[in-house]
C-alpha cells in the first residue's frame, strides 16, 4: 500500500538500531573518546613524522611511558578517590635524590636502594594522606603546599650533594641494567615492571574489594561512610599508594638519567594532571580505570615527544598543554554530563513490525471473539489483600496460591479462598507458575530468574543464568525477566524470559521497539545446566506443554501469535504457527478440563498502535520527544481469556467489557469446574464457574496423575 | 530556504514548532474535582450548546431543540431533519439554530418554520447583538461533526459571518481562524471568538466592520492547555469558557508527524484516532498512553487522558480567575457550553457535557468561591 513499508521493512531488517543503546550502556564507552584520538595521534604521526616510530624511538617511548604511566597512575588512583595529588612532581624529585645518593653515594645494592626509595615515597604520601585523609584538610591546598616543601627539601639536598652524586659512577650491573637494559634487547625492563604494575593496579582497582572501596568513596563519600566503608583510611591509603608509585617511577628515572638537575620532576603535576583528564578520569571522584591512565599518559607522550621533534620552543609546549587539559576538562564535563541523556534518547529503538489484520471483535460479528460479559460476575478473592498477582495455581487440596508485588507467593486456603498466609518470600515479583512432580512450587522471579518452594515453603535457586549469546553487546547471561513456565515429564522446565532489554515496571515498552528481544529458556534436572532453546522472540510470555508430553505452546505478546515447539519426538526442534491474528495480546496459556486450552490476552490491539508498528521511525521519535507517560501503549486495560484447541480454533471467549470484577486477564487456571482468574496489576483474584466443566478436572493431576498431592 | 533548514534542523531535534510542549494546568487552572462533585442535574445523550432565553433554558441533543428547565424534564420543542450544531436566542424570543448540514436558521418566537435561512458551511456557534446574528462557522471543508478530521488535517479556513437579520445581507468578517468555536460580546462592543486549534482567544474590535474583513487582535488568552469552545458572559463582566478537550503531549507530537497523519485519516475510524475526543476510555481499540494503564483497578486523575471536562472563569480582562475540573478519571468530560440562568431565584451556572452526556449546576457565587 505504502511504498515506504518496503523500505522500512529492509532498513530495519538491515541495520541493528539497539547497538548504539547497547554500546552507551557499557562501562567502557568512557575509553572510546581517549582511544580514538589515540588512534588518530598515532596515526598521524606515522605518516606525518618519518622515522617517528622506529625501533629506536619507540624503545625511548616505553622507558618515558613507564615513568609518565606510573605516575599518571598514581595521580588517576587518588582522583578516583575523590583527591588531587599536586606534589606527585615533588615527591618525583625527593624519590629521585633518594635513590641516586643510595646508589651513587652510599653505594647500597640497587635492591636496598629501592626499598628505601619507595620507604621515601611512603613517607611523603603518608604526610598527604594523614593531613587529607584523617586531618581532613583540602587536597588541593594541602598538596599544593607539600609540593612546595618537598621541593625545598629536594633544592637543599641538592645543593649539598649533587656534586658528590654526580662525581661517582655506580659499579653496579643490575642498576645500568634497570636503567638502559632491556629484555631480548628489544624490551626496556622498566616497561615490563611498570605494565607488571600497571596489571595488578587494573585487577586491584576493578575486582577487588580496595578498588571497589576507593570507587565508591570517590563516588560518593557520604554513601560509602553509609555503607560502612572506612572513608578516611581509604583516603589515606590513596595518598601512600601515589607516593609509593610515585617514587618507582623516580627510581627508575634515577637508574635511567642519573640526573642531579633542580628541574626534575618540575610542573610534572601539571602533565601528568592532563594525562589523567585526557584519559577520561573524572575529577570529581568515582570514574576512571587503569586502561584510562595508560591511554592518556600515551597521549601525553607521543604529543609531547612530537611537539619536540617539530621543533617547538618549552613556553609553547607547555601552551600547547595547558590548552589541552583546558579542552579535555571541557569535554570530560560535557559527556559525564550528557552521557545518560544521550543513553535515554537512544535506548529505546524501535524496528518494524507489520501484524496481521484484527479478527472483529464486535458483539454483533460473530466473529468466536466476540464481546460478551461472562465475566462480570465472577466472584472476587482476596481483594485488597494481594497487589499483582500475575498467575495463579491450585494444588490437590484445593489450595490456591498467587504471587505479589510485595515479593511474596500467597496461599488461600481452600476450598473456600477466605483465608490467607505468606506462603513464601522470594524477594522478587512472582510470575508463573508450576507445580513439579515432588510438589514443589517452581515459579518465575521476576529480576531474579526460577526459584523452587518447597511444601514447608522453604525457598531456593533453579536457576538464574543460561549460555551467553555470542551477538549480544550486553551480557544477557543473566536473566532479568523470566515469565512463565511449564514442566515437561522427564522434569526438563522450559520457560519464557519475555525481554531482556525491559524489566517489570518497564515491560509495556518493549512493545515500542517490537523487537524479538525475548527468548525461550530450558532448565535441565541431570545436569542442572541452562541453555536457550529458542532466541530472540517478540515477548514470550505463556508457556503450557501439551498433552502429547512432547511439545509446547508458547504465546508471543507483541507478535499477538500463538506457536507450538516440539522439544521430543520425531518433530524434536521444529517450531510452528498455530494462532498468528489474535486481536489482543496474548499471556498465560494453561490447560483446560475438555483437552483443549486457555488463554490470557492482556490486552488488546488498537488501530493506532498497529499503524505504529508500521513506522518505526514514528516511534523512535516518540520516544524521543515524548514523555515516556504520554507515551502511546498496548491498551492493557480490557482483556479476555479465549479458549483454543490443537488446531489453532477460538472455540469460546470470556470477557468483562464493563470491566468491573475483572477487567485485566494475564492468566487463569482451571480447578474443579471453576476458572481462577489473575491479573498483573490487579488487587484480587477471580473465580469464573465454567458451565459443563468436569467438576473433579484438577490441572495438576493431568502432569502428575490423580495420585499426585503437594506433600506436607 | 533558511526557514525550511531551520524546519528540518527543528524537527530533527524536535525544538521550535517541533517541540511537543504541552502548557501546565497551573494557577487558576490548577486541577481540582469540582465538575464531579456537582449536582447532575439532568442527563441528556450529546447535550449541547445550552442557552437562556431569559425564562427558558434551551440546550440541543443530536437533532432536537429541548427545554431543558420544564418542569416535567427536558422537553422536546422542535425537530430538524439535521444535527443541531449551534444556538442561540435573543431578547425578543427568537431562536437561533445551527445545523450539522450547514444551515443556519431563525425561528421567531411561536413559531415553527423559520423566517429565514442562509447557507454557513459549518455553524460552530452564534450570537444574536441588536439586529445582528454573528456566526462562526468552524470549517469550509469539515462539517461541525467532522472537528476531529478538520484538526487532524491542520484546518484553519474558519470564518466569522455577520447576518444583519433587518436587511438580511451577510458579510464576512474575519476568515483564515483555526476552528472557531465560541462567540461572545464585549463591554467595548467587540466580539470575543474562541479559537480552538490555536488554543486562544481573539478579538474583532467594533467599527471598521462594513466594509471588508478585519483582522482578529491578539487577546492575553493565549496558549491554554486544551481547546477552548463556548462563552458565555458572567454576570460580573467577565466571561465563563468551556475547554472542550486536553491538549496532550502525544497528539501535539502526532500532529507533527505528517505521514502518521494521513494514514491515521485514510484508514482509520476517527473514534480510533490519537486525537482529542470529547469521552475517551470507552472502547478498548481507542489508543492508550503509559500513564492510562490502570493499576490495582485504579485509574488515575493525572493520567494522560484526550478527554477532560474544564470551565474556566475569565475577568473583565480574561485572566483566568478559577476553574472547574473533571479529570482523567472523572465523569463529566467534553463540556462544550454553559448558560448562566436562574434557578430557584439565584443565578446559576448550567454546565453542559457533550462528552458524558450530562448537564450539572453550580450557583454562580458558589463556582466563583471555590
Same mark, same amino acid.
Given at each position: 500500500m505504502f511504498r515506504t513499508d518496503l523500505y522500512r521493512k529492509w532498513r530495519y531488517r538491515l541495520i541493528p538500531d539497539h547497538v548504539l543503546g547497547e554500546i552507551l550502556s557499557k562501562r567502557w564507552i568512557d575509553n572510546a573518546i581517549p582511544f580514538s584520538v589515540l588512534t588518530v595521534l598515532v596515526v598521524s604521526l606515522y605518516f606525518s613524522l618519518p622515522g617517528f616510530f622506529d625501533a629506536y624511538a619507540v624503545g625511548e617511548y616505553s622507558r618515558q611511558f613507564a615513568e609518565l604511566g606510573l605516575v599518571t597512575l598514581a595521580m588517576t588512583i587518588v582522583m578516583l578517590g575523590g583527591g588531587i595529588d599536586l606534589s606527585v612532581g615533588s615527591i618525583f624529585a625527593i624519590a629521585n635524590f633518594v635513590a641516586l645518593y643510595c646508589v651513587h653515594v652510599l653505594s647500597l645494592d640497587p635492591l636496598l636502594a629501592l626499598v628505601v626509595t619507595l620507604a621515601a615515597g611512603i613517607g611523603c604520601g603518608a604526610l598527604n594522606g594523614v593531613l587529607i585523609g584523617y586531618f581532613k584538610m583540602r587536597a588541593f591546598l594541602t598538596t599544593l603546599v607539600t609540593l612546595i616543601i618537598f621541593r625545598a627539601v629536594v633544592d637543599m639536598l641538592l645543593l649539598r650533594y649533587s656534586l658528590e652524586i654526580s662525581s661517582v659512577f655506580p659499579d653496579s650491573e643490575l642498576w645500568a641494567q634497570i636503567g638502559d637494559g632491556a629484555l631480548f634487547d628489544t624490551v626496556p625492563y622498566t616497561f615490563l615492571i611498570a605494565a607488571t604494575i600497571l596489571v595488578v593496579a587494573h585487577i586491584v582497582i576493578s575486582r577487588m574489594r580496595p578498588g571497589w572501596h576507593l570507587m565508591a568513596v570517590g563516588g560518593s563519600r557520604r554513601s560509602a561512610y553509609n555503607a560502612g566503608i572506612k572513608v578516611r583510611r581509604t583516603v589515606f591509603f590513596t595518598y601512600v599508594a601515589s607516593g609509593t608509585l610515585t617514587a618507582m617511577a623516580a627510581y627508575m628515572y634515577a637508574a635511567r638519567l642519573a640526573s642531579t638537575g633542580a628541574e626534575t620532576g618540575k610542573g610534572m603535576e601539571l602533565v601528568v594532571l592532563t594525562a589523567a583528564i585526557l584519559g577520561g578520569t573524572s575529577l570529581g571522584g568515582g570514574r576512571g580505570s587503569v586502561a584510562k591512565a595508560v591511554f592518556g599518559s600515551l597521549i601525553v607522550l607521543l604529543l609531547s615527544n612530537a611537539l619536540v621533534q617539530f621543533g617547538i620552543q618549552g613556553g609553547a609546549t607547555a601552551l600547547i598543554f595547558g590548552l589541552i587539559l583546558l579542552a579535555s576538562v571541557i569535554i570530560e564535563v560535557r559527556w559525564s554530563k550528557n552521557r545518560g541523556k544521550i543513553l535515554n534518547k537512544v535506548y529505546v529503538s524501535p524496528t518494524y513490525v507489520r501484524l496481521p489484520d484484527s479478527p472483529p471483535t464486535e458483539a454483533d460479528s460473530g466473529s468466536p471473539y466476540a464481546v460478551n460479559d461472562k465475566l462480570r460476575r465472577v466472584d472476587v478473592i482476596g481483594l485488597g489483600q494481594i497487589e499483582g498477582p500475575e498467575d495463579v495455581i491450585l494444588d490437590s487440596d484445593g489450595n490456591l496460591y498467587c504471587g505479589t508485588r510485595h515479593g511474596d507467593i500467597v496461599r488461600f486456603f481452600g476450598p473456600d479462598h477466605t483465608r490467607h498466609e505468606i506462603f513464601a518470600h522470594t524477594g522478587g515479583h512472582p510470575l508463573g507458575m508450576a507445580f513439579d512432580r515432588d510438589g514443589n512450587l517452581v515459579s518465575c522471579v521476576s529480576g531474579m530468574g526460577v526459584y523452587k518452594v518447597d511444601p514447608a515453603g522453604n525457598v531456593s535457586k533453579v536457576t538464574d543464568q543460561t549460555n551467553r549469546s555470542w551477538t549480544s553487546i550486553i551480557d544477557d547471561s543473566r536473566l532479568s525477566l523470566a515469565d512463565d513456565l511449564d514442566i515437561a515429564p522427564d522434569g526438563r522446565i522450559f520457560f519464557s524470559e519475555a525481554t531482556k532489554r525491559f524489566d517489570l515496571e518497564t515491560w509495556p515498552v518493549d512493545v515500542i521497539e517490537s523487537r524479538g528481544n525475548g527468548r525461550i529458556v530450558c532448565w535441565y534436572p541431570d545436569s542442572g545446566k541452562t541453555r536457550t532453546v529458542l532466541p530472540s522472540l517478540r515477548f514470550p510470555n505463556g508457556i503450557c506443554i501439551a498433552l502429547d508430553g512432547q511439545s509446547l505452546f508458547f504465546a508471543e505478546t507483541w507478535a499477538c501469535r500463538i506457536s507450538r515447539y516440539w522439544f521430543d519426538g520425531p518433530k524434536a526442534g521444529k517450531v510452528e504457527i498455530l494462532i498468528d491474528n489474535l486481536p489482543g495480546y496474548p499471556d498465560n496459556i494453561n490447560r483446560a478440563s475438555d483437552g483443549n486450552y486457555w488463554l490470557a490476552l492482556v490486552g488488546m490491539r488498537g488501530p493506532a498502535i498497529d499503524l505504529a508498528l508500521q513506522m518505526p521511525d514514528f516511534r523512535k521519535r516518540m520516544s524521543q520527544r515524548v514523555a515516556s507517560s504520554n507515551w502511546l501503549f498496548p491498551n492493557i486495560n480490557t482483556g479476555c481469556v479465549v479458549k483454543f484447541n490443537e488446531q489453532g480454533e477460538i472455540l469460546d471467549a470470556l470477557w468483562d467489557l464493563g470491566g468491573v470484577n475483572h477487567p485485566m486477564v494475564t492468566s487463569m487456571r482451571e480447578h474443579q469446574g471453576y476458572l481462577y482468574l489473575g491479573g498483573i496489576y490487579n488487587n484480587r483474584i477471580g473465580k469464573y464457574k465454567i458451565p459443563g466443566a468436569d467438576p473433579d478436572w484438577q490441572g495438576v493431576a493431568t502432569y502428575w496423575g490423580p495420585d499426585w498431592r503437594a506433600k506436607k | 530556504m533558511m526557514t525550511a533548514l531551520r524546519q528540518q534542523i527543528d524537527r530533527f531535534f524536535g525544538r521550535g514548532d517541533a517541540s511537543v510542549f504541552v502548557p501546565v494546568m497551573d494557577g487558576a487552572l490548577k486541577p481540582n474535582e469540582i465538575l464531579d462533585t456537582l449536582e447532575a442535574a439532568l442527563e441528556v445523550e450529546g447535550v449541547d450548546n445550552l442557552v437562556s432565553s431569559g425564562s427558558r433554558l434551551l440546550a440541543s441533543s443530536g437533532s432536537t431543540l429541548l427545554h431543558l428547565d420544564a418542569s416535567g424534564g427536558p422537553c422536546p420543542i422542535h425537530q430538524f431533519p439535521d444535527p443541531i450544531s449551534a444556538l442561540a436566542t435573543d431578547n425578543s424570543g427568537r431562536i437561533a439554530v445551527g445545523l450539522a448540514s450547514g444551515r443556519v436558521a431563525v425561528i421567531e418566537q411561536g413559531q415553527s418554520q423559520p423566517a429565514a435561512e442562509i447557507s454557513i458551511p459549518c455553524p460552530t456557534a452564534l450570537l444574536f447583538d441588536e439586529g445582528d446574528l454573528w456566526i462562526a462557522s468552524g470549517s469550509q471543508s469539515n462539517g461541525p461533526e467532522q472537528w476531529q478530521r478538520d484538526l487532524m488535517t491542520l484546518g484553519k479556513s474558519g470564518a466569522i459571518h455577520r447576518w444583519d437579520t433587518r436587511s438580511d445581507t451577510t458579510s464576512e468578517i474575519a476568515r483564515g481562524l483555526a476552528w472557531p468555536y465560541g462567540l461572545a460580546r464585549m463591554d467595548d462592543g467587540a466580539i470575543l471568538v474562541s479559537e480552538s486549534w490555536r488554543h486562544r482567544l481573539v478579538r474583532l474590535p467594533p467599527g471598521n466592520r462594513r466594509d471588508g474583513v478585519i483582522r482578529p487582535e491578539e487577546t492575553? &488568552?493565549?496558549? &491554554?492547555p486544551g481547546y477552548p469552545a463556548r462563552i458565555v458572559p458572567d454576570s460580573g463582566g467577565g466571561f465563563w469558557l468551556a475547554i472542550f478537550a486536553p491538549r496532550n503531549q502525544l497528539i501535539e507530537f502526532v500532529l507533527r508527524e505528517t505521514e502518521y497523519r494521513q494514514r491515521m485519516i485514510a484508514s482509520m475510524k476517527p473514534e480510533f484516532w490519537i486525537a482529542p475526543c470529547l469521552r475517551s476510555g470507552s472502547d478498548f481499540r481507542e489508543p492508550l498512553q503509559g500513564g492510562g494503564v490502570k493499576q490495582m483497578g485504579v485509574l488515575k486523575p493525572w493520567a494522560p487522558t484526550r478527554s477532560y471536562g474544564l470551565v474556566v472563569h475569565l475577568d473583565k480582562h480574561l485572566e483566568p480567575t478559577a476553574s472547574l475540573h473533571s479529570r482523567a478519571n472523572g465523569h463529566v468530560h467534553g463540556v462544550t457550553s454553559m448558560a448562566l440562568h436562574g434557578r430557584n431565584g439565584a443565578p446559576h451556572l448550567w454546565i453542559g457535557a457533550k462528552g458524558d452526556g450530562v448537564v450539572v449546576v453550580v450557583p454562580e457565587k458558589g463556582a466563583l468561591d471555590d
Open positions: - | 492575553p &488568552l493565549a496558549g &491554554l
